[in-house]
């Protein structure tokens, strides 16, 4: 019985040495999945692929699954290309797939960062062949758009993870290349493909197949050619692969002034050089000096810390602060909102969504609806408080808040003089009675800020954090500077029955807990949760509407 089952050992070993011979010498077609957006072309490039392996005698295959709208994913193209000609096959016919198989695929091309990390995910992509090919460019999901925080994914995090599972990978700009081609992105991935080696195509028969007639055709070859040369590159020289997988920071201020170089560490200097040109674009000078001048008292109060070692970073709290601080005090308002209408940058940037060229004619409408909460804030004190008080007893009636539709052609010389008024108005807005008061709640805020520092750094930098709490504008950016003084109010507290290590862990509870939904259900429950009082009940007016099966 011992050598029956030693041979039959032997003949199962003999048979899997077959096996593998036959998958050594297997031809394996070549997988390649396209991950495109609506309106990228996808379909177009799935179509320019096959019809060049026609064209050149290679079987090829192509199957597709719809995206969902609304960016909640992306419409993924299937193609499989033998990698042998017909005419050498003998009359046979290989069977290609269908639908990707998981760690098998050859390629991988995206035109969206995290719809290529998304595939990555599902265990597409081995580190054995798979060529992985994508835009470094984002366009925000939905989910992330929602949150109440900053939603994003972290582009670094999403680069890291292409590289780790691909073979071989490339970031390009895909979106730069197809703005200045002046086409779609499509069809800069069939360049960027046509470049990697993944198919046995040539340049010459992946243009033919795009075809010269037309201006949507020249626009496409000058995509493909973009794509192409930049691949190109990428693949020759291997050090410029590694630049973009890592690339250094891009300080958009330039030089650090001498204002923050003189006040300030050089940890310090890349936020506060940040913050210090965005709030002197927004106003001026004096009001740059101020932020400067506050984020030095929360830099002092950090620095008199003892316990600031204990921290991971270095001046974790101003170097928060200094972000919140510059938002908060670029506060949107009609001047704002007028400026940034009215800038060539913002034109430049439309013509180029609808692809409009220099001899077109282009007009754009744009709708303003300012209420008196907007109108009042650019005026004093004695005049805004009556106009409110006038807006908020038409509110009790049961009556629509006033406000005044507005249409305006910013193409035209009237709409655009009238935007350019409103913008120079910002020289008025310090006497403004919404600017008071944003300054009044920065300070308390601040101030907050300042003393848990003293007390305990950790708990400074929460406080620091709920800056991230004010955002948007209207009734969402009253809200949230609500939330903000409930929270520093009766979580700050020096008399506090909690440790301030305690208080910390609150804060950042509360914080996250505000950040979750706008209406702050889960704020209230996290406050009870933390010893702290619920918000109280705003009052609401009652609005008779009439029914009108009746006035039918």
């Known amino acids: 019985m011992a050598w029956f089952a030693n041979l039959g050992g032997a003949l199962a070993a003999t048979c899997l040495i077959l096996i593998l011979i036959l998958k050594l010498k297997m031809t394996k077609p070549i997988s390649i999945l396209l991950c495109a957006l609506g309106g990228e072309g996808g379909g177009v490039l799935a179509d320019w692929l096959v019809e060049v392996a026609r064209r050149t005698d290679y079987p090829a295959q192509a199957t597709s699954i719809p995206g969902v709208a609304q960016r909640t994913g992306a419409t993924t193209y299937y193609i499989e290309v033998f990698p042998q000609k017909r005419s050498s096959l003998g009359g046979k016919q290989p069977v290609l797939g269908l639908n990707p198989l998981p760690g098998r695929l050859d390629a991988l091309v ?54 780790e599972h691909s073979k071989a990978h490339h970031i390009l700009d895909m979106a730069r290349m197809t703005r200045e081609a002046g086409t779609v992105v499509s069809a800069v991935m069939f360049g960027c493909i046509a470049a990697s080696g993944v198919l046995p195509f040539s340049r010459a028969d992946c243009e033919a197949v795009i075809g010269h007639a037309g201006k949507s055709a020249q626009a496409s070859l000058r995509g493909f050619a973009l794509g192409y040369d930049a691949m190109e590159a990428q693949r020759v020289q291997h050090h410029f692969i590694e630049a973009v997988m890592t690339p250094e920071p891009v300080d958009p201020v330039g030089a650090v002034p001498a204002a923050v170089a003189t006040q300030f560490p050089a940890p310090l200097h890349r936020m506060a050089s940040l913050g210090y040109a965005h709030v002197l674009e927004y106003q001026n000078q004096a009001y ?63 013509r180029g969504e609808v692809k409009a060229n220099t001899q077109d004619l282009l007009k754009i409408y744009d709708h303003f609806k300012p209420g ?132 910390a862990h609150s804060v ?45």
Not at 120 to 140: F, K, Q
Not at 527 to 534: E, I, K, T
């Open 110 to 163: 995206s035109s969206e960062l995290l719809e290529t990390a998304r595939q990555i995910s599902n265990g597409l992509t081995s580190t054995a062949h798979t060529c992985v090919i994508t835009s470094s460019a984002r366009i925000l999901t939905m989910i992330e758009k929602m949150s109440m925080g900053d939603g994003r994914k972290d582009a670094d995090n999403l680069r890291t993870l292409v590289a």
């Open 288 to 350: 740059a000096d101020q932020y400067l001048a506050r984020l030095n008292q929360i830099f002092l109060a950090e620095k008199s810390a003892a316990a600031t070692a204990t921290l991971p970073e270095a001046w974790p709290v101003t170097e928060e602060s200094a972000r919140w601080l510059a938002l908060w005090m670029a506060f949107d308002d009609v001047v704002r909102v007028a400026d940034l209408k009215s800038r060539v940058s913002r034109q430049h940037r439309v």
């Open 372 to 503: 008196v909460p907007e109108l009042a804030g650019l005026l004093p004190d004695f005049l805004a408080h009556p106009l409110v008080r006038w807006d908020r007893a038409r509110a009790l009636q049961g009556r629509a808040p006033w406000a005044l539709p507005l249409k305006i052609g910013t193409h035209s010389i009237t709409g655009m003089l009238a935007l350019r008024m409103m913008a120079a108005l910002k020289i008025v807005r310090p006497w403004g009675s919404r600017f008071k008061s944003e300054q009044q709640s920065i300070n308390a805020w601040l101030l907050a800020v300042q003393r848990s520092t003293q007390r305990d750094p950790a708990l400074g930098l929460e406080v620091a954090r709920c800056g991230q709490l004010i955002k948007g504008y209207g009734s969402t950016n009253e809200r949230g500077k609500d939330n903000l003084l409930h929270i520093i109010h009766h979580m700050t507290a020096s008399s506090s029955a909690q440790t301030p290590a305690d208080q």
């Open 508 to 552: 950042a509870r509360i914080r996250q807990a505000a950040l979750q939904d706008e209406a702050g259900q889960a704020l209230d429950q996290a406050l009870l949760q933390n010893g702290a009082p619920a918000r109280p009940v705003v009052a609401q007016p009652i609005r008779w509407m009439k029914n009108p099966r009746l006035t039918s």
